[in-house]
């Protein structure tokens, strides 16, 4: 498949070079082109618009529109180029060569679509990140869906992508951890405790504490009665994260590299990072910020007057005031190592290094760049995408949840009650940085009203009349793709759209395009699957065969858009 709206660019900019060769339109420089598929009948297939050249060529640009309809070679795919008014060029496809990418479709297979946008590019993408203190609940499962989906899109476009969680297993959370599983421990032994306000505060009450105890007192009875919190964390943290990596893998999640933030701690990278914006002018030490450009309530600002603190100039990029890196205790605050951790994603290599995160993290990411940037790196490198919270609705209410008080759903409770496919899509389908609403009824629907179950039904409809052609002797041999009608050529052009949606998908970071093209596409399959028959008995045998490969084409398609989301391709449901 050919990725048409770039190759429709490159003819336009050519007939537009041509036009200033000859002096049919004057020399200025010309600016990007935007080429995308028509949204509406007897627009053509793809339309460009050129008004934006009326100001640089001093023209009327429906006049540049007739100049450059005149000019342009058409490719052997392009039937017509019109010039419409007020200035747009539209492109209609040839119908032969469109019943042809039948073929085509079906010859790419497990790699349809693919682009060459990111060959010999490396790529990261950081996804989930949460520190191992209790299960993956539906907040969290949002990032790990967005992100690995994105993953696989960047594949799709050429990339080799390196997926990697980031994680802390230190501080007062991992204390409080710690803490829960001994007296959890303490419980499973039958020994009473009783807690002080503190621990009571910072409990981890999840079930998931229970079982770890009983584990634990089956391996090692009551030999722990004198050990402190540490051992306890330890433990914890390592049962947290197989228990994570598990439910990861019920959505078809595997992480390449798991990355302690600890590490940047045990091999000096902070301070080397703290050295070297020191060295450059933007470190400085003091009791207050030399800019003031926070509110009096921030952290930040809360550092003024309890002693030296050091301080990064963020406010020389544009940041209202400069960062703390170090506390007055001597502490280092999140800046500083999330610096560091970036130093050491773009010393590894990576073309591009995504960052699925949290709404909360926004600015900070902003902080991160002005660090890159002031260390000499290319912090365009550096892409985020933030992901809004999600809520969880069942009979219409929202579902509170809360790790500490072990009251949320979790991640593996949603697969069991919906199932893997459904948790993918639901929590794709809609822009990233839009709030989610997660319809628990309607995503265990086994109806047309389920995208999830709609999208999936087109392919196993495609499967089902193979089995029924294959049990009545009928074959796509020798099929003659020039039968085909309106209609499927309706679903070809949607098809064609594909490596469209992959390169975007990249381009504006947005993986849930994917989600949606592939409701389009069963939207336009199954009226088509009702009317167009294959196996009637007034269905000529040549009429059958051009079908039935259109219908493998479908399949095709529909396989390749549900293995970009992760989800499954069932034959039959």
Known sequence: ???????????????????QAEGKLPAFDLPALDVRSSKRAGQGDYSVALMGLAKPARMNPAQIA??????????????????VAPGYLNFWLDEAWLKAQADAIIAEGEVLGELAEGQGKRAQVEFVSANPTAPLHIGRSRGAIVGDTMARLLEAAGYAVEREYYFNNAG?????????????YLEALGLPYEMIDDERKSFYQGNYLKDFAAQLVAEVGDSWLNKGYEAFKLYAEVKMFEMIKATLARVDIQHDVFFNENTLYDSGANDAVLERLDRAGYIYRAAAPETDGGAPDDDDAKEAGKGEAIWFRSSR??????????????????????????????????????NVLGADHNTQYQVVRNGLTALG?????????????????????VVR????????????????????????????????????????????????????YYIQYAHVRCAGIFREAAARGVTDDGADLSLLGEPEMRFLRKALELPEVIADSVEFFEPHRIAFYALELANIFHPIFDSVRVLGVDVPPELAAARLRFFKAAQAIFRRSLRLMGMTTPEVM
């Open 317 to 354: 990029f544009g940041d209202p005031k400069d960062r703390v890196m170090v506390k007055s205790s001597g502490e280092p605050t999140y800046t500083l190592p999330d610096i560091a951790y970036h130093v050491n994603k773009l010393e590894r290599g990576f073309d591009l290094a995504v």
């Open 377 to 397: 790196y290319d912090a365009d490198k550096v892409h985020v995408i933030i992901v809004q919270l999600v809520a969880l609705l069942r009979g219409g209410e």
């Open 401 to 452: 949840m809360s790790s500490r008080a072990g009251n949320f759903e979790t991640l593996d409770d949603l697969i069991d009650q919906t199932s893997p496919d459904a948790v993918r899509y639901m929590l794709l389908a809609r822009s990233s940085d839009t709030h989610l609403n997660f319809d628990l009824d309607l995503a265990v629907k086994k109806s047309n009203d389920n995208p999830v």
């Open 172 to 184: 007062a959370q991992m204390r409080a951890l710690g803490n829960s599983l001994r007296i959890r």
């Open 66 to 83: 007739v100049l450059v309809a005149e000019q342009v070679m058409k490719p052997d795919y392009v039937a017509k180029a019109e010039a």
């Open 1 to 19: 498949m050919i990725l048409i709206p770039v190759e429709l660019t490159r003819v336009v900019r050519e007939a537009l070079a041509a036009l």
